[in-house]
Every structure is written in C-alpha cells, then in structure tokens.
T-cell receptor
Framework: AQSVTQLGSHVSASEGALVLLRCNYS??????LFWYVQYPNQGLQLLLK??????LVKGINGFEAEFKKSETSFHLTKPSAHMSDAAEYFC????????????FGTGTRLTVIP | DTEVTQTPKHLVMGMTNKKSLKCEQH?????MYWYKQKAKKPPELMFV???????INESVPSRFSPECPNSSLLNLHLHALQPEDSALYLC??????????????FGPGTRLTVT
C-alpha cells in the first residue's frame, strides 16, 4: 500500500528563516501528493498538490514543494517563516488504484520562534 | 464558494445517547468523506460517498451510521458510542472520487466528547 513518511514530528524555525518540512513517499509509480495545513481546532486546508504537471509546485501562503522522483521526496519549503505559519502540516498521498482516498503522514508541528 | 460547513462545532454525549453530525457543501462535488482525527494524530478515513452511494466503509463499527440524503449533504448518525470515540470528526468533499488527483476540501470539524 502507498504511504508517506514525514521526518520530524516537530520542526522549529526562526521568524524570517527558511522552513523545510520533509515528506517521502513509497510508491513504484509517481503518485498524486498533497500538503495540507491544520491550525489548532480547525479543519485541514490544502497548501498545494502534485499531479505530474510540473515538478516544482507553488502553493498558497508562499509555500512550494518539489517532486523528486530519484529521492521519492516531496519536501515543503517556504523562504521566510512568519509567526502565522505555526501549525500542523500533513503530507498525503492519493490511492494509486485511482480512487481519491488520501493516506496521511503522521504530521509535523511547525513552531516559529520570534 | 469553496466552503464545507459542519454542525455542531462541539458535541458532548453520553454513551446511551443518539446524535447526528451534519456536513454540507455547495460546490457541486460528487464525493464526500468522513474522517476521524484523534489528538496529535493524522485524520483516518471512515466513509466515502460517491454520487450519493456508499463506496468505502473502512471497517467502522456499526455504532457509526453514515447517510447521504442528497449530493450536498452528509450525515453521521451516532448511537451507543464509547469514550474512545471522542475525537474531531472531519467532513471533506472533492469534485470526484475516481482518478485520485482531486483535492479534498475539509470542513472545520465537530469536536465530539463521549462521557
């Protein structure tokens, strides 16, 4: 079964510094990949998705992610962290059978240090 | 309108109660989902409705009963729940279920506490 692994359950970044959240997928063929953000006591909001159109995907709030087949990775980055970026981030992969079922990673909590 | 709404926002119920969670979307999406999310864990898929028909039931106990009255509405009926069922219940929708590339739009969730 396809899955994603998020390295680092907690990541800290200073305000204005680079944010890097890691996600690796396990699949023999390029899957569909998603990054979602969840603020406390809220639902999930889509940041961006990869559907094979372009390897560098730009999302909302200044986030982007690069699909690297050779590394089976889809890491999320943002050049300059803001206090408002503090949240839980989930990487997810779509079911390769063609159904739209999402399989989520365990999540990474981002803390932004003033 | 890209909003999925869920009511109630919070729900406290006893183990003998019957209650329902409601989810609504007006984006014309044909797939709707229920997820359960425990604290500090990722969402876990419970049910999927595609074109108002139940397509996925991820071995969820029968004390959870989903219903899709029409293409915009999704309900989750709760009966005889256990304290371990306390969680955030998230509803989501997507344009379609087939294909795998449609993003899911999530509601804010219902925080359920079973006493």
């Amino acid at each position: 079964a396809q899955s994603v692994t998020q390295l680092g359950s907690h990541v800290s970044a200073s305000e204005g510094a680079l944010v890097l959240l890691r996600c690796n997928y396990s699949s023999s063929v390029p899957p569909y990949l998603f990054w979602y953000v969840q603020y406390p006591n809220q639902g999930l909001q889509l940041l961006l998705k990869y559907t094979s159109a372009a390897t560098l995907v730009k999302g909302i709030n200044g986030f982007e992610a690069e699909f690297k087949k050779s590394e089976t990775s889809f890491h999320l980055t943002k050049p300059s962290a803001h206090m408002s970026d503090a949240a839980e981030y989930f990487c997810a992969v779509s079911d390769l059978t063609g159904a739209n079922n999402l399989f989520f990673g365990t999540g990474t909590r981002l803390t932004v240090i003033p | 309108d890209t909003e999925v709404t869920q009511t109630p926002k919070h729900l406290v119920m006893g183990m003998t109660n019957k209650k329902s969670l409601k989810c609504e979307q007006h984006m014309g999406h044909r797939a709707m989902y229920w997820y359960k999310q425990k604290a500090k864990k990722p969402p876990e898929l419970m049910f999927v409705y595609s074109y108002e028909k139940l397509s996925i039931n991820e071995s969820v106990p029968s004390r959870f009963s989903p219903e899709c009255p029409n293409s915009s509405l999704l309900n989750l009926h709760l009966h005889a729940l256990q304290p371990e069922d306390s969680a955030l219940y998230l509803c989501a929708s997507s344009q379609d279920w087939a294909g795998g590339q449609d993003e899911q739009y999530f509601g804010p969730g219902t925080r359920l506490t079973v006493t």
